[in-house]
């Protein structure tokens, strides 16, 4: 398992991976949308402004619990 500022350093992606998910299995174990999951670990989908909104938002809440997500959340941050 990888930790403290390892676990910082990896993307999105290499975070996902390392704990032996699959796009396909986790999609289909946590009911969620396997193309929208795509986007979102690819970073073309943000949960901001998008067509996929929610969507987008029910995967990204889902890697943070997973703490696979170590952002902030998008649609959360505030503008300075």
Request: net charge positive.
């Amino acid at each position: 398992m990888i930790e403290g500022k390892e676990k910082e350093k990896l993307s999105l992606r290499e975070r996902f991976y390392a704990r032996g998910h699959s796009i396909a299995n986790y999609a289909r174990a946590f009911d969620l949308d396997r193309e929208t999951l795509k986007a979102v670990m690819r970073g073309s989908v943000n949960g901001k402004n998008n067509t996929k909104q929610q969507k987008a938002r029910t995967c990204i809440l889902k890697l943070k619990e997973d703490e696979i997500w170590l952002e902030k959340i998008p649609w959360e941050e505030r503008v300075a």
